[in-house]
């Protein structure tokens, strides 16, 4: 980490101070900025090519390839966040931004996601960690003589973190970036059971993600009264109930199993953690935890909400497009490449 540090473009990227646009000022403005960015693209302005496939228990997933397949560069593995795709408009910013230092972007699109047929019994959450071996297979498969580098938001990064930790020196990842994802996943659980507004804004996509699926979801669970997960006012009750058909006794038991904190030590590769001071979804941050391990690097901004970060940043004033969070991954990204035409880009 020294040596990053020492790095003085990225060194000086990492110390920069955050200044939001004055129309994101506050954790609210940002947070509901992000969302917008949330809404899926139409179809016709999608420039990517998406490939679905099944894993072992017979499961769907996909892998969306920006502007197509380029096996002469090195890959980054995009996880988006909860009920959001590689069809969501800021992950679609990120895959630009980092196609444009010289990446191949390619984001997973993961169970039951949007568009794609829920074809078992298990839907993708925080557990699709456990999906990853066989998602870097393809990968890999793909572009056999390239690295590896992943980028997570939110949930995706909650995933991303998990399966670093499980996997420590046999991850297959050459670094990661993971953003504004909560790493305290009992404390998370807490924090929304106090937070019930918040709780009740979060179900609301997830409400609609699964309504959506209402004819599928009643074939594979006809004891799911759909009518009941309508009616529910906050996110873990509406969870609560798909978890058991996910092999989950209780909420808890689900939060617990898909912790990342207490194998944050294992992780063996450089990770940056990025989040905002104001972002009460990633509250609580096990800061102590993360500084006891020389891999990782937490950068914190004062402002920025919940994946915001809408401010001045390496690409100028960014209010609707690629954000400031998306160019320090880049940047730190492209220096564990260590490919100068990529770093050179930045």
């Keep these: 980490m020294q040596q990053l540090l020492e790095d003085e473009q990225l060194g000086a990227a990492l110390r920069r101070p955050y200044r939001p646009h004055w129309l994101h000022l506050g954790w609210i403005a940002s947070t509901a900025g992000a969302t917008v960015k949330g809404i899926p693209i139409p179809r016709t302005w ?15 997933v996909s892998l969306d390839w920006w502007q197509g397949q380029h096996t002469d560069r090195p890959v980054v593995l995009v996880l988006p966040g909860m009920a959001n795709s590689s069809r969501s408009i800021y992950i ?23 568009h794609l047929e829920i074809t078992s019994p298990h839907i993708g959450c925080a557990d699709t960690w456990k999906d990853l071996p066989e998602v870097l297979d393809v990968i890999e498969a793909e572009c056999p003589a390239q690295p590896i580098f992943a980028m997570g938001f939110s949930m995706g990064g909650t995933i991303l973190t998990k399966y670093l930790g499980e996997n420590g020196q ?55 009264e759909m009518s009941q997960v309508m009616m529910s006012g906050s996110l873990l009750t509406v969870a609560g109930y798909f978890f058991e058909h996910q092999g989950y006794h209780t909420v808890s038991d689900y939060f617990l199993q898909n912790d990342p904190e207490p194998v944050l030590q294992r992780i063996a590769c450089p990770l940056l953690i990025l989040g905002a001071k104001d972002d009460p979804l990633m509250m609580p941050v096990p800061r102590e935890t993360i500084a006891q391990n020389k891999h990782l690097i937490l950068v914190e901004t004062e402002d920025g909400g919940h994946m915001g970060w809408a401010g001045k940043g390496t690409l100028g004033p960014q209010i609707f497009g690629s954000s ?23």
């Design 46 to 60: 999608r420039d990517s090519e998406e490939k679905k496939f099944t894993l072992k228990d017979g499961g769907t």
């Design 92 to 114: 679609r910013y990120t895959m630009a931004r980092l196609a444009e230092a010289g990446f191949q972007a390619v984001a997973m699109n993961y169970r039951a996601v949007e």
């Design 170 to 224: 046999q991850s297959r990842l050459r670094a990661a970036v993971a953003v504004s994802c909560p790493l305290a996943y009992p404390a998370h659980q807490a924090e929304l059971e106090k937070r019930k507004f918040l709780s009740f804004l979060m179900a609301q996509p997830l409400k609609l993600w699964l309504f959506k699926k209402r004819e599928q979801i009643a074939k594979l669970w006809p004891h799911c």
């Design 324 to 346: 400031w969070a998306d160019g320090l991954a880049a940047r730190f990204l492209a220096f564990h490449a260590k490919m100068p035409v990529l770093r050179s880009r930045l």
